[in-house]
């Protein structure tokens, strides 16, 4: 509503003033201020914040007539009386001095200056006044309290219990003084005969006259707080008096006319707001204002008594402060909006209290944009004149600054979903990101809202998207028109349009538009027509059109005005009807316009566009005119007036979609009470007026009914969508301190005719956390602002300093906030069992995006209430809560975060309810959501035994394995760990993203997980040990094998993994079996070397082979027509090219693999990824660098002579930089080549045999792993899906040694038989490969002939046997080989291993992981 903004200004006092000022009092228009020092009156001006005119009293009249006291103005602003302490009022004339002025802007040469504008000087100049005493008035007691009446009255309290009635002009005549003993005081105005007040020394401590309620607000001296009212009209007639029964510690009292309010501060510091009953005309009350423990647990109880109450100038915030400091702004009705007694108000930034700010007195200033107060603490320190001296520069008024919404003053666009707050010179807007969004520039914005939107609309206006209105805390600030302000200030309504990108603002005379999209402002051109018009009930946007309810000052005419915004702001493209009586309120619903007028009517018009001319404009009709004066005591109490669709009657579930968007009824709010006026469909006979027969028939109106009472703001929309009925025709109600209330419409089911005694509306309290200032219907939100601070007092440390508003006050800043309110009307649904509208209303919102934090909020909150409550419950709600968020695919993760939300002595009251998490957990691994099954099995290791947790969590790994979730697989190998040792360690925290799947790779740069961390050093040369190093990934799940991993439950851990490990491998699914290696950190070599002859032993090649095409996604082999009698068949080109193009592929899926997984390519200790980046950026450059980077690469090579070793496995990085498709160079003397047509076929055929780059790292990381630990069956098949005859020697070299096993010699055999034999008839293309290394294959089967008795498979001789064979493996792979192999032989130099490494080990961990892991190997 009201918000601080900045920090305060401070005004200084003259520095040649005796004493500072302790009294502050506004004029009735609020341009002047009255500041009152003991012996001295100075007059100050608004807009300039300037001193005008000051009186000084002489000694000798200060000794006569005592020190000044108080002040008050005459209505009219010409004069002044003011109080002294003797009990004399001194009369002051404050003469205009005509066109003279204190101070002239001074404009720059060039610049358009106002000088010629009318009106100019008396907005933008301080006036010169006079200051002349006029009369003296002796009234010989002490005087309390004065008052100004509007009939030209002064009401004068004196301590001898009197009421003085004087005149303004005629002072001695005019006297009346009534004795406050002769007025009867009862408990209602019907009462036959009051008591007296029967004591001597009673009499008004403070009073305030209230004109709507016709009469005075009076505290007594004893505490006691009444009402005093005349019996008839005028005030010389009887008094009588009522009293507020429950207040004894009056203090002080002001009043509110525009609610009918009346606010009694007490001694106890709070304040007590009463207003009178209609009927009776006792005083009820109303609300209290005061600070909670909760809130304010220090300083609740020790604020002292309520000093000073000051309602603001639109009656809709009230700022009170106390005896003992502090300021508090509070909402019309309760709501608390700031309070300077907590926060970066109350304490420094170092944590140490700040003395709070003491007022002697406060004033609003024009439009409430300002707050006037003197700051009691200067008066007090200068006692003496030495300090006065020096506190001259600090004592002064400080002016508090606000920025406020515009519902305050222009209630009309609470039908709109935008939050608009307006400053002095500024607008806030919290839709500045849809600007963007229309924007033609960024129209991706645009369709993006209008996609979140699409789903819901039902073709009528759409409302902006949410991300749009909760885009984030900042606001879009619109500057106003510096030209525009400096006659029209202060900016009194403002008004923005559906979409929010068009706001109009409205000054003293005028308007003014702006557009967010151009950026531009609109003014009259003809300023004498802006100073002309007067607006006087507001301004709405109706389409692209500003309606305006103005006074036409030339004319002395009412006016309603209608200006199109894209043409010219000019009375020529108006659209101009005249008007009977004065228009206090304006709003538009869909094509009506509602005016309210000044003698309680109200009246309907049909507005329709006509685009008959080059500017459209508008007709404007009468449709309909009603009469309230019978229900409206004064037009000043109607505070808003709007027309809605929503009705009452039975007719609601059947009525025409067309009808549910007709104006129904109209909405009043009548200070606080919300009335509601529907038309009346119980008659058939319409009246209508015979001046309009062509009119539409509408309607006559039935008689109010009140719906709601302490009612400060009302939302509605116009809009329909059948999906969302129940929000779209509910009545939403802001009620201060009581929070909101919603009118919910009850729908039958399934168009079921609806029960009898089932309410057609049912009204529905609840609370927020914010001040709503708008409401999104679909959205289930409300949007507010709230106030924050930031301290900058560290800056300023030094002494001198410390007297800088900077120092003393925090600056204010407003931030956008918004609440969801679903939970809250769920709820209050189930608790008045209407189950079925709850669970309508919760199906139509499910698909918003925070709807399962709704369902958990309501949960949460419930189950604090209840399982908190000291007192037994008769009816518990949870029970309930729970059975209704089970009709939701929700349940079971709402359960489970609310659980995890709320302390552990509330789980076993929530579960009674939910249902046991066993059950639960069970559930979730049904559905297959093992995420929350994680987060229930953290509840069961809290409320079950450990045995249970454990059964749980194996269930739950296994599941995991199964799906391969390694995130989550990682979590449960600590947690079983966690339950094994006994440790206190913190459970794993629920995964809440899931791990992309792995299945297109390993991801073998995530994590580590085979680390050959041996060094060429540590074992002697020809000796390579099996015995690797185990690592987890330095993550969650990283100290898994620490040193107790020879505890049963590492045991327990690695049974459940070996399980896996062999699932995979009797299924054939090798590819899932690398992840869950590389991901779980599992030892696969070591392990497979025990499996040797089980679980890793292959049993039928011929489906192996198939499903490992399959799952790498390998193309079977093709016999190509040109293969016999290809020139490349048996040429070194042909393993040259052959063997560079692979290994150049190699390298770009190695990279790739690289992107893929998405790990940042962080520095490695390993050299050859550098050389490999950057050759691949070479790659990616134009082909004509192609000889540059070859002839770098190669020249090598071929010094060393030895063709063979181009084709090693291990040179990537010397040939990886070749370019795919330069055939010419790869020639030893860099002769071209010339290739045929068929030829070139024949070298495509060979790469379209190939699969993916990600399955060929993957499947030579297998083949590496497979090598080392000697399953040679594997390695064999592995061997023939990438068609590698060396890989294939290499493996018959190793089984040529007399340990290799003969039972795996004579699978190896059948084998390859099988696979023939398939290949003859299935598979043709394996043929030719098979024929190249069938002569092996008879080798191997004379071995198995004459092998008697096989011995064991060691390691250790394996890795001797490789050695051995290492030369014969490169004499076959020059004549067989066409491609580059992986091989697992121990090389004569650690570089080579080095680089062999690369194939099937992945990169180095993360920097960000706890360490890294050498990859190097004897």
């Given at each position: 509503?009201y918000?601080?903004?900045?920090?305060p200004?401070r005004l200084l006092?003259?520095?040649e003033?005796q004493?500072?000022p302790f009294?502050?009092?506004?004029d009735?228009h609020?341009?002047l201020?009255?500041?009152?020092?003991?012996a001295?009156l100075g007059?100050w001006?608004?807009?300039?914040?300037?001193l005008?005119?000051?009186y000084?009293e002489?000694?000798k009249?200060?000794?006569?007539?005592?020190?000044?006291?108080?002040?008050?103005?005459?209505p009219?602003s010409t004069?002044?009386?003011?109080s002294?302490?003797n009990?004399?009022?001194?009369?002051?004339?404050?003469?205009?001095?005509?066109?003279?002025?204190?101070?002239?802007?001074v404009?720059?040469?060039?610049?358009?200056?106002?000088?010629?504008?009318?009106?100019?000087k008396?907005e933008?100049?301080a006036p010169?006044?006079?200051?002349?005493k006029?009369q003296?008035?002796?009234l010989?007691?002490?005087?309390?309290s004065l008052?100004?009446m509007?009939?030209?009255?002064l009401?004068?309290?004196t301590?001898?219990?009197?009421?003085h009635?004087?005149?303004w002009?005629?002072?001695t005549?005019?006297?009346?003084?009534?004795?406050l003993?002769?007025?009867?005081?009862s408990v209602?105005l019907?009462?036959?005969?009051?008591?007296?007040?029967?004591?001597e020394?009673v009499?008004?401590?403070?009073?305030?006259?209230?004109?709507?309620?016709?009469?005075?607000?009076?505290?007594?001296?004893?505490g006691?707080?009444g009402f005093?009212?005349?019996?008839?009209?005028g005030?010389?007639a009887?008094l009588h008096?009522?009293w507020a029964?429950?207040?004894?510690?009056?203090?002080?009292?002001a009043?509110n006319?525009k609610?009918?309010?009346?606010?009694f501060?007490?001694?106890n510091?709070s304040v007590?707001?009463y207003?009178?009953?209609?009927?009776?005309g006792?005083?009820q009350?109303s609300h209290k204002?005061e600070?909670t423990p909760k809130?304010?647990?220090?300083?609740?109880n020790?604020t002292?008594?309520?000093?000073?109450?000051?309602w603001?100038?639109?009656?809709?915030?009230v700022m009170?402060?106390?005896?003992?400091?502090g300021?508090s702004l509070w909402s019309?009705?309760g709501?608390?909006?700031?309070?300077t007694?907590?926060?970066?108000?109350a304490h420094?930034?170092d944590?140490?209290?700040k003395d709070?700010?003491?007022?002697?007195?406060m004033s609003?200033g024009s439009?409430?944009?300002?707050l006037?107060?003197?700051?009691?603490n200067?008066?007090?320190?200068?006692?003496?004149?030495s300090?006065?001296?020096n506190?001259?520069?600090?004592?002064?008024?400080l002016q508090?600054?606000?920025?406020k919404s515009?519902l305050?003053v222009n209630?009309?666009i609470?039908?709109?979903?935008?939050?608009?707050?307006?400053?002095e010179?500024?607008l806030y807007?919290?839709?500045g990101?849809a600007?963007?969004?229309q924007?033609p520039r960024?129209s991706?914005?645009h369709s993006?809202?209008k996609a979140l939107r699409?789903q819901?609309s039902?073709?009528?206006v759409?409302?902006?998207?949410l991300?749009?209105l909760?885009?984030h805390r900042?606001?879009h600030?619109?500057?106003i028109?510096?030209?525009?302000?400096?006659?029209?200030?202060?900016?009194?309504?403002?008004?923005?349009d559906k979409m929010?990108?068009n706001?109009?603002?409205?000054?003293k005379?005028?308007f003014?538009?702006?557009?967010l999209?151009?950026?531009?402002w609109?003014?009259?051109?003809?300023?004498?027509q802006?100073q002309n018009?007067?607006?006087?009930g507001?301004?709405?946007w109706?389409?692209?059109f500003?309606?305006v309810?103005?006074?036409?000052l030339s004319d002395?005419q009412?006016e309603l005005?209608v200006?199109?915004?894209?043409?010219?702001?000019?009375?020529?493209?108006a659209h101009i009807?005249k008007?009977q009586?004065e228009?206090l309120?304006?709003?538009?619903?869909?094509?009506?316009?509602?005016?309210f007028r000044a003698?309680?009517s109200?009246?309907l018009y049909?507005?329709?566009?006509?685009s008959?001319?080059p500017?459209?404009t508008?007709?404007?009709?009468v449709?309909q005119?009603v009469?309230?004066?019978?229900y409206?005591p004064?037009p000043f109490?109607?505070?808003?007036v709007t027309?809605?669709?929503?009705r009452t009657?039975?007719?609601?579930?059947?009525k025409?979609?067309q009808?549910a968007?007709?104006?129904?009824?109209i909405?009043?709010n009548?200070?606080?009470q919300l009335?509601?006026v529907?038309?009346?469909?119980?008659g058939?006979?319409?009246r209508e007026?015979?001046?309009?027969?062509n009119?539409r028939?509408?309607l006559p109106?039935?008689t109010p009914?009140?719906l709601?009472?302490s009612?400060?703001n009302v939302?509605t929309?116009?809009?329909?969508?059948k999906?969302?009925?129940h929000?779209?025709?509910?009545?939403w109600l802001?009620?201060g301190?009581?929070?909101?209330k919603?009118?919910?419409?009850l729908?039958?089911r399934?168009?079921?005719?609806p029960?009898?005694?089932l309410?057609k509306?049912i009204?529905?309290p609840?609370?927020?956390?914010?001040?709503p200032l708008a409401?999104?219907f679909?959205?289930?939100?409300?949007?507010?602002a709230?106030?924050d601070?930031?301290?900058y007092d560290?800056?300023y440390?030094?002494s001198?300093t410390m007297?800088?508003?900077?120092?003393l006050?925090?600056?204010c800043?407003?931030?956008?906030t918004?609440?969801i309110?679903l939970h809250?009307?769920?709820?209050q649904?189930?608790v008045k069992?209407?189950?079925e509208?709850a669970?309508l209303?919760?199906n139509s919102c499910?698909?918003l995006?925070?709807?399962?934090?709704?369902?958990?909020?309501?949960?949460?909150e419930?189950l604090e209430?209840?399982?908190?409550?000291?007192?037994?419950i008769?009816?518990?709600?949870l029970?309930?809560?729970?059975k209704f968020i089970?009709e939701f695919?929700?349940?079971?993760q709402t359960v489970?975060h609310c659980a995890?939300?709320t302390?552990?002595a509330l789980w076993?009251?929530l579960?009674?309810?939910v249902?046991n998490?066993k059950?639960?957990f069970?559930e979730?691994?049904?559905?297959?959501d093992?995420?929350?099954a994680a987060s229930?099995?953290?509840i069961?290791?809290?409320?079950e035994?450990p045995?249970v947790?454990r059964?749980?969590a194996t269930?739950l790994?296994n599941?995991a394995?199964?799906?391969?979730?390694w995130?989550?697989?990682?979590?449960?190998?600590r947690f079983?760990?966690a339950?094994g040792s006994?440790?206190?360690?913190?459970?794993p925290p629920?995964?809440t993203t899931?791990?992309?799947?792995s299945?297109?790779?390993f991801e073998?740069?995530?994590?580590?997980?085979i680390?050959l961390?041996?060094s060429g050093?540590?074992?002697?040369?020809g000796?390579?040990?099996?015995?690797k190093?185990?690592?987890?990934p330095?993550?969650?799940?990283?100290?898994r094998w620490s040193k107790?991993s020879?505890c049963a439950?590492n045991?327990?851990?690695d049974m459940?993994?070996w399980?896996h490990?062999?699932h995979?491998?009797?299924?054939?699914r090798?590819?899932?079996?690398?992840c869950?290696?590389?991901q779980l950190?599992?030892?696969?070599?070591?392990?497979?070397c025990k499996?040797?002859?089980?679980a890793?032993?292959?049993d039928d090649?011929?489906t192996a082979?198939?499903k490992l095409h399959n799952?790498?996604l390998w193309?079977?082999?093709?016999?190509?027509v040109?293969?016999?009698?290809s020139p490349?068949?048996?040429?070194k080109?042909?393993?040259?090219?052959?063997e560079q193009?692979?290994?150049?592929?190699?390298?770009?899926s190695?990279?790739?693999?690289?992107?893929?997984?998405?790990?940042?390519?962080v520095?490695?200790?390993?050299?050859?990824?550098?050389?490999?980046s950057s050759?691949q950026?070479e790659m990616d450059?134009?082909?004509?660098?192609g000889?540059?980077?070859?002839?770098?690469?190669l020249?090598?090579?071929?010094?060393?002579g030895d063709?063979?070793?181009?084709?090693?496995a291990?040179d990537?990085t010397e040939?990886?930089?070749?370019v795919d498709?330069?055939w010419t160079m790869?020639?030893?003397n860099?002769?071209?080549?010339?290739?045929t047509?068929?030829?070139?076929e024949?070298?495509?055929l060979?790469?379209a045999?190939?699969g993916?780059?990600k399955?060929q790292v993957q499947?030579?990381y297998l083949l590496h792993i497979?090598?080392e630990?000697?399953?040679l069956?594997w390695?064999?098949?592995?061997g023939?899906i990438?068609r590698?005859?060396?890989v294939i020697?290499q493996?018959?070299?190793?089984m040529?040694?007399?340990?290799v096993?003969g039972?795996m010699?004579?699978?190896?055999k059948?084998?390859?038989q099988?696979v023939d034999?398939w290949a003859s008839?299935?598979?043709?293309?394996y043929?030719?490969?098979l024929t190249v290394?069938?002569?092996?294959?008879?080798k191997l089967?004379?071995?198995t002939e004459?092998?008697?008795?096989?011995e064991a498979?060691?390691?250790v001789a394996?890795?001797?046997?490789a050695e051995q064979?290492?030369?014969?493996?490169?004499?076959?792979?020059?004549s067989?080989?066409?491609?580059a192999?992986?091989?697992?032989?121990?090389?004569?130099?650690p570089a080579t291993?080095h680089e062999e490494d690369?194939?099937?080990?992945?990169e180095?961990?993360?920097?960000?992981?706890e360490?890294?892991?050498d990859?190097?190997?004897s």
């Open positions: 509503m918000f601080l903004s900045g920090w200004k006092w003259p520095r003033a004493a500072p009294r502050i009092q506004a009735p609020r341009t201020f009255a500041v009152l020092s003991p001295e007059i001006y608004n807009r300039p914040s300037v005008i005119v000051s000084k002489s000694e009249a200060v000794s006569q007539f005592g020190h000044y006291d108080q002040a008050e103005w005459r009219d004069m002044i009386a003011i002294t302490v009990g004399y009022i001194l009369f002051f004339n404050l003469p205009s001095s005509g066109e003279k002025y204190l101070y002239e802007p404009y720059p040469k060039g610049s358009p200056h106002m000088k010629g504008t009318p009106h100019y008396e933008q100049c010169l006044l006079n200051l002349e006029k003296v008035l002796d010989q007691a002490s005087i309390t008052q100004s509007l009939d030209d009255y009401l004068v309290a301590a001898d219990g009197l009421l009635l004087i005149h002009d005629g002072m005549n005019g006297r009346k003084a009534i004795n003993c002769t007025v009867p005081f209602d019907h009462s036959s005969r009051g008591s007296f007040l029967g004591f020394d009499h008004i401590k403070d009073m305030e006259y209230c004109a709507t309620l016709d009469g005075f607000a009076v505290v007594f001296n004893d006691r707080v005093i009212t005349p019996m008839s009209s005030f010389t009887e008096g009522v029964q429950d207040v004894l510690d009056g203090t002080c009292v009043v006319n609610y009918r309010l009346m606010a501060g007490c001694a510091g007590q707001v207003t009178i009953d209609n009927a009776s006792a005083m009350l204002l600070l809130q304010y647990p220090d300083v609740w020790k002292g008594a309520v000093k000073l109450i000051r603001s100038p639109d009656n809709c915030v009170v402060t106390w005896e003992c400091g300021l019309v009705f709501a608390q909006l700031i309070c007694l907590g926060g970066d108000f420094r930034s944590g140490t209290k709070p700010l003491k007022i002697s007195s609003w439009e409430g944009y300002h006037w107060v003197i700051d009691a200067s008066f007090s320190n200068s006692v003496t004149e300090k006065c001296k506190e001259s520069q600090r004592c002064g008024i508090f600054q606000f920025i515009a305050t209630p009309c609470s039908n709109q979903e935008q939050v608009l707050l307006q400053g010179d500024r807007l919290n839709c990101d600007i963007q969004a924007n960024s991706s914005a993006e809202h699409g819901f039902d073709g009528s759409n409302s902006q998207g991300s749009t909760l885009g900042h606001w600030v619109v500057q028109q510096s030209t525009y302000l400096e006659i029209n200030w202060p900016i009194r309504l403002s008004a923005i929010g990108q706001v109009a603002v409205v000054g005379s005028g003014a538009h702006y557009s999209l151009s950026k531009k609109k003014l009259f051109g003809n300023i004498t802006e018009m007067t607006v006087t507001g301004l709405a109706w389409n692209d500003i309606v309810a103005c006074y036409n002395c009412e005005r200006y199109l915004r894209t043409a010219n702001l000019d009375n020529a493209f009807t008007v009586a228009t309120l304006l709003s538009v619903f869909r094509d009506i316009v509602i005016l003698d309680c109200i009246c049909s507005i329709k566009r006509k008959d001319g500017n459209p508008t007709s404007i009709q449709l005119e009469s309230m004066s019978r409206i004064h109490l109607v505070v808003s027309l809605t669709s929503v009657e039975t007719g609601i579930s059947f025409l979609p009808q968007c007709e104006a129904e009824s909405m009043l009548l200070a606080g009335i509601m529907q038309r009346d469909r119980s058939l006979q319409i007026k015979e001046s309009s027969p009119q028939k509408l109106f039935c009914v009140v709601a009472q009612v400060e939302w929309t116009c809009r329909s969508n999906q969302k009925r929000l779209l025709e509910a009545l802001s009620c301190g009581s929070g909101m919603v009118w919910l419409p729908f039958p399934d168009h079921r005719k029960h009898s005694f309410s509306r009204m529905l609840f609370h927020i956390n914010i001040y409401v999104l679909e959205d289930a939100l409300v949007l507010g709230v106030n601070t930031v301290p560290c800056l440390t030094h001198s007297d800088h508003l900077e120092f006050f925090p600056f800043i407003v931030e956008r918004s609440q309110y809250h009307i769920l709820r649904l189930l069992n209407l189950g509208q669970l209303l919760a499910a698909t995006p925070y709807f399962p934090h709704v369902l958990e909020l309501m949960l949460h419930v209430e209840e399982a908190t409550s000291r007192d037994p008769p009816d518990p709600l029970p309930t809560v729970a089970t695919p929700l349940f079971l489970v995890r939300k302390e552990y076993n009251y579960f009674a309810a249902g998490p059950d639960l069970e979730c691994l049904m559905v297959q093992l995420d929350t229930y099995l953290i069961l290791q809290n409320m035994v045995a947790s059964q749980h269930l790994f599941t394995l199964e799906q391969g979730k995130d989550l697989c990682r979590h449960m190998i079983l760990k339950i006994g440790e206190s360690e913190t459970p629920t995964p899931q791990e992309p799947s299945s297109g790779g073998f740069f995530r994590h580590r997980s680390s961390s041996q050093d540590s074992l002697p040369p000796k390579f040990n099996l015995q190093t185990l690592s987890m330095s993550g969650p799940s990283g100290k107790d020879d439950e045991m327990y851990i459940m993994l399980r490990a062999r995979l491998l009797e299924e054939i090798l590819k899932d079996l690398g869950f290696a590389a950190g599992f030892e696969l070599i070591g392990w497979l499996e040797r002859t089980r890793a032993r292959v090649f011929v082979l198939k799952d790498f193309p079977f082999p093709v016999i190509p040109c293969s016999i009698n490349l068949k048996n040429g080109y042909r393993t040259v090219i052959g193009l692979l290994k150049s592929q190699s390298a770009d190695y990279l790739n693999m690289e992107v893929d997984t998405g790990v940042p390519n520095s490695r200790s390993h050299s050859w990824l550098g050389s490999i050759s950026r450059a134009a082909s004509s660098h000889p540059h980077m070859q002839e770098a690469f020249s090598p090579l071929l010094n060393k063709e063979c070793s181009i084709g090693s291990t990537l040939t990886s930089s070749i498709g330069d790869v020639d030893e860099f002769s071209t080549l010339s290739l047509q068929s030829e070139l024949h070298i495509s060979e790469l045999s190939k993916p780059h399955s499947l030579r497979f090598m630990a000697g399953c069956d390695c064999i098949i592995i023939l990438l590698e005859s060396s020697s493996v018959f070299s190793l040529q040694s007399s340990e096993d039972e010699l004579q699978n190896i059948t084998g390859l099988a034999r008839t299935d598979c043709p293309g043929k030719p490969f290394i069938k002569p092996q294959l008879q089967s004379e071995i004459e092998q008697e008795q096989p498979f060691q390691p394996l890795s001797r046997v064979a290492s030369p014969r493996v490169e004499d076959s792979r020059a067989a080989s066409h491609s192999s992986p091989q697992s032989e121990a090389g004569s130099s291993r690369l194939l099937g080990l992945e180095e961990e993360d920097p960000l992981q360490s890294g892991y990859c190097t190997v």
